[in-house]
């Protein structure tokens, strides 16, 4: 029998596209009449017939078995030859017309019924169900989590705009730690988005707190014994500082390490949380240097902290610097291109150089790898240029 023939398991094959493809179940769950399918059954040819009639026989035999008395699919029949071999009936099509030979085609009655239990489970949720039949793969994979996914859908749906934390949902069986890997589905489901800071804010749900370190001159007024305080971003803004000069620096021991300028203030930015200073009322006016990395994304977080304070003036962010320190290099993971519109002339251009790789691979010089002595040599000239 020629592997070109058709059997049974190619009938099964063509309905499982749609099976695999959610359609089928798609269409089951919401009450469509079933598509029919009509498959074409490549055979033998009139001569082949005649060369190798016991073949062809067995070949339509199988095929003929593998409809299990129609549960599975029907046949059609065609007639080929002529006179001289005579004519012969073969299948020339098996049609799939029901949802219940398709199950029984595939063997997928047990999870048929497992979806129409999901489908039962969700029905007084209209956006729950309408996740289930867009996604009914998903859903059977999750089969023995849609008590819970309800629970939780109920639970998040109920307290929009309720201002508590997720540590206190009260769902059955339900904790922070199943909401978060489940985030995906029920952002979907309740129409947020999926990340994480912005599941909760579109909910409005309270987050954690953003916290901000800093470090003041005593002449802006903090408690005498303190150094330094670690403090909410939203209260931050209220506290109503007056710097003359504040430092960003994108790097904790580095942070820590840098002198606070007179009348001046030091801020960890921790990278892309810079928009958290940026936010600070108290700062619209003040003179603000940054220090980040020497990389692309150094630069990013540079614009992006002008976008709120454009008189932000970089510092160790220049050519010279990179240079000189050729052997400290590292190399950055993943390079950002984006255009930057708010970097100065001398920034613009070694971003581009080090976007294009014209100094080398992915060039990249942390923060806290460039020399001391180097450091302290032109912090020095910036702390007497800010107390001046």
């Known amino acids: 029998m020629s592997a070109a023939w058709a059997t049974p398991e190619l009938v099964a094959a063509k309905v499982r596209r749609r099976w695999d493809d959610g359609s089928l179940l798609r269409a089951y769950g919401e009450g469509l009449p079933f598509e029919r399918l009509a498959i074409a059954l490549p055979g033998p040819t009139a001569s082949v017939i005649g060369d190798d009639l016991s073949a062809a026989q067995r070949w339509v035999s199988r095929l003929d078995a593998g409809r299990r008395d129609d549960s599975r699919y029907s046949l059609e029949w065609s007639t080929i ?3 001289r071999l005579g004519r012969n009936q073969v299948p020339s099509r098996a049609v799939v017309s029901s949802f219940t030979q398709a199950w029984a085609l595939l063997g997928v009655s047990r999870d048929v019924q497992l979806f129409e239990q999901i489908l039962a489970l969700v029905e007084v949720h209209p956006p729950v169900r309408a996740w289930v039949l867009t996604h009914p793969h998903r859903a059977l994979e999750r089969r023995d989590e849609w008590s819970r996914l ?11 705009g309720s201002g508590r934390y997720l540590r206190e949902i009260s769902a059955p069986g339900v904790d922070t730690k199943f909401v978060e890997r489940q985030r995906s589905v029920l952002a979907a489901m309740l129409g ?8 909760l804010a579109d909910l409005g749900l309270r987050q954690k707190p953003e916290i901000v370190r800093l470090r003041a001159d005593r002449s802006l007024g903090l408690p005498g014994p303190l150094s330094e305080i ?11 500082l007056a710097p003359r000069t504040t430092w960003v620096i994108e790097n904790e021991i580095t942070y820590l390490s840098v002198p606070v300028p007179p009348d001046g203030a030091v801020i960890w930015g921790k990278g892309f949380d810079v928009d958290r200073v940026g936010r600070l009322p108290w700062l619209v006016d003040v003179d603000v240097r940054y220090w980040g990395d ?17 008189q932000t003036r970089s510092v160790l962010m220049d050519r010279q610097t990179l240079l000189a320190h050729r052997d400290r290099w590292g190399t950055e993971d993943r390079p950002t291109a984006a255009r930057l519109g708010r970097l100065s002339p001398d920034e613009q251009d070694l971003y581009g150089d080090l976007v294009v790789d014209a100094l080398g691979d992915r060039v990249r010089l942390e923060q806290e790898r460039i020399d001391w002595s180097w450091v302290r040599e032109r912090i020095g000239s910036e702390v007497e240029s800010a107390s001046g």
């Open 294 to 310: 020497l990389d692309t994304h150094g630069f990013a977080i540079l614009d992006r902290l002008r976008a709120w304070l454009p």
């Open 81 to 83: 030859g002529g006179r």
């Open 192 to 199: 947020v988005p999926s990340a994480s800071t912005r599941f």
């Open 150 to 160: 309800v629970a939780a859908y109920v639970w998040l749906d109920t307290h929009r």
């Open 230 to 240: 670690a403090v909410r971003a939203d209260e931050l803004v209220e506290l109503g």
